[in-house]
């Protein structure tokens, strides 16, 4: 199989360059490839390529999907459990705390964060779990759980929050507030970021920013463009948008910018280039945590022309002429 070829790297050069065009140019070929990389960098596989299962494999590929939503990988699982012990003691000790000295109205918060190319996984006091992306963090009063349920994000973080009737759980971000009872949603509010971006999974969100309030439903999603403090709903795949919380990211027709501020945040690195070289250019496909920067770039290579450089932490690219 040629695709299985051009992964492993056995091509000539010409060969690959003719890949490379039928890719850009069939997009049916191009989600076939994605399909199979996806595979072969999950598999590990050594194996001849007459010999490879496609189903078989790929059927792997979406049970680890599955299984990541609950509990990512081992290496994760354990930065995971040291840093929720952090946290139940840090809670215990904040509530103990407080009830020992109410008459001198204590209030404390602790600031949780995810540092640039790892994502964190935090169980907070009322059962609710919150993944947090890469370069993003959560502050929590210490009296959380017992007076209120409000935390203030900076960045993005998923949300699944445990259902108490009696208290919102309350998310500022920003000068915006996502409030909610029980439910599952995403938001993505990067301060270096121009939009803020909040997406229903499941159950009811009330967004509020302003005076303004919208009710959102599942499939829902309010975008705010802070710059032209403009408010836009529009009907999503919430699929694609939680995708980044099992290690990858989902693309159609995505702007370079948005392609950039993934890397650099996922990778902790500093990319250099010119915004009016790729004006206009979109990207389709896969973007995935566990790719090393070289094999992120050489993936977008197949669907935009361009060369690159890295040097450390700072990459540069080039539109190719």
């Known amino acids: 199989m040629i695709l299985i070829e051009y992964i492993k790297g056995d ?5 690959q360059q003719y890949v490379q065009k039928e890719l850009n140019e069939n997009e049916d070929l191009f989600q076939e490839y994605i399909k199979l990389k996806d595979i072969w960098d999950y598999a590990g596989l050594k194996i001849d390529a007459l010999q490879y299962n496609k189903s078989e494999e790929w059927s792997h590929v979406e049970k680890a999907t599955a299984d990541k939503t609950k509990h990512f990988s081992i290496g994760l699982y354990i930065r ?4 929720a012990a952090s946290i139940i003691l840090a809670f215990w000790l904040g509530n103990f705390w407080n ?6 109205q204590l209030v404390a918060s602790h600031i949780f964060t995810a540092p640039e190319g790892q994502i964190s996984e935090l169980t907070l006091a009322d059962g609710s779990v919150v993944i947090l992306n890469a370069g993003s963090s959560l502050t929590i009063p210490s009296d959380f759980g017992s007076n209120n349920r409000n935390v203030d994000l900076i960045g993005e973080a998923h ?13 500022k971000s920003g000068e915006q507030y996502v409030k909610v009872l029980g439910t599952v949603f995403n938001i993505r509010a990067y301060p270096d970021e121009q939009k803020m971006i909040t997406t229903l999974e499941e159950g009811l969100v009330r967004w509020e920013m302003e005076g303004q309030h919208i009710m959102l439903k599942p499939g829902m999603q309010v975008v705010y463009d802070v710059e032209r403090n ?16 099992l290690g990858r990211y989902r693309y159609e027709n995505a702007s370079f910018e948005e392609i950039i501020a993934v890397i650099e945040k996922w990778h902790g690195v500093k990319v250099k280039w010119n915004p009016g070289d790729f004006k206009g250019q979109h990207f389709n496909g ?7 920067l070289n094999e992120t770039f050489q993936l977008i290579e197949v669907m ?6 890295i040097r450390g932490q700072v990459v540069t690219i080039e539109r190719m002429k």
């Open 11 to 15: 091509l000539s050069p010409e060969e």
């Open 80 to 83: 995971v459990a040291s840093v």
């Open 99 to 104: 009830k020992s000295l109410e008459d001198r």
């Open 159 to 171: 949300f699944d929050v445990a259902k108490n009737p009696e208290l919102t759980f309350s998310v």
């Open 230 to 245: 403009d408010v836009q709903q529009q009907a999503v795949d919430v699929d694609k948008v939680k995708q980044w919380s």
């Open 286 to 292: 896969v973007l995935k945590r566990s790719a090393t």
């Open 304 to 309: 935009i022309p361009m060369d690159y450089s």
